[in-house]
């Protein structure tokens, strides 16, 4: 008898730690989810209904469905000539679902949900590379910039607020791909192909995420899988529609905003998506 209490001694101390590690990666997620859970419940009982850009996206979002399925973002400015949009309709296809389901409020719970996923993978990412430490540094992020930008939480339906909540979830994953954890390249492809179609500021800092990390990734690692493969299908399906607008329409939307000279009305162009990228990851 004391012989098998020496042998499952050590059992035990691993099933409890275990079952603490754990409890301290659920308690990260509960934690990381609840200002967009409480914020949305906020809303929906203070009788939100979508107007401006919010009634925008979600009319458009209706539409995902229709004859009129929208190839590009939401607007970002009219030059003399052409309106100039974000870079793809991801954001609508994803609540398109929601808003058929409940015509006047499923563009915020259908958008708070999206933000529930996205800051859950930006949690697991980190948890595959630092374990805990970094589980609580992505939760700490989170309510920093809830905290610092109540807008964030209570207005998610916004282009540039879900898209910032995914630029986290696409630097979580770059981190985990950079370190070697290819399998989440997939992931980091969908991620940041979001954020880039919510809003033209974090196009540059998602393209060098998703060439670099695997990159860095490959350079640690030294092998190529299923991963490589699968980002390049996920990367495809992302961008199927503004590749068909921009190959069928003259001038592209892609083409207008590389065009950073013409027209009137505020710049686009790198030189913009850089000032941008600044301003988005700068300290307040």
Do not use: Y
């Not at 700490?140 to 905290?147: A, E, N, Q, R």
Request: charged letters at 10%; glycine letters at 8%; aromatic letters at 10%.
């Amino acid at each position: 008898s004391h012989q098998a209490n020496r042998r499952s001694w050590p059992i035990m101390m691993s099933l409890c730690r275990l079952r603490s590690r754990q409890t301290i990666r659920m308690a990260c997620h509960a934690v990381v989810v609840t200002p967009f859970v409480a914020a949305c419940v906020i809303e929906i009982v203070h009788g939100w209904a979508p107007q401006g850009d919010d009634g925008a996206i979600v009319f458009r979002s209706w539409l995902v469905l229709s004859s009129h399925s929208p190839l590009v973002g939401q607007i970002t400015h009219v030059t003399s000539r052409h309106a100039v949009f974000d870079p793809g309709p991801m954001l609508f296809w994803l609540l398109t679902i929601p808003v058929h389901l409940d015509h006047l409020q499923g563009g915020l719970w259908g958008a708070a949900l999206l933000c529930v996923v996205g800051v859950s993978l930006a949690v697991e990412a980190a948890w595959a590379t630092l374990d805990w430490r970094g589980a609580i540094g992505v939760v700490t992020v989170v309510l920093v910039m809830v905290t610092e930008f109540p807008a964030l939480a209570l207005d998610p339906t916004w282009n540039a607020h879900i898209g910032t909540v995914w630029f986290i979830t696409t630097a979580a994953v770059a981190w985990a791909v950079a370190v070697g954890r290819l399998k989440w390249w997939p992931v980091l492809v969908v991620a940041a192909s979001f954020a880039t179609q919510c809003h033209l500021m974090f196009a540059v800092g998602s393209l060098l995420s998703v060439v670099l990390a695997p990159l860095f990734g490959f350079a640690r690692s030294r092998r190529i899988s299923w991963w490589l493969p699968a980002g390049i299908l996920a990367g495809f399906a992302c961008w199927i529609a503004p590749l068909w607008q921009q190959f069928t329409t003259n001038p592209g939307n892609l083409t207008l905003l590389l065009d950073s000279e013409k027209g009137s009305g505020p710049a686009t162009g790198i030189a913009f998506s850089l000032r941008a990228f600044a301003a988005s990851v700068g300290p307040r």
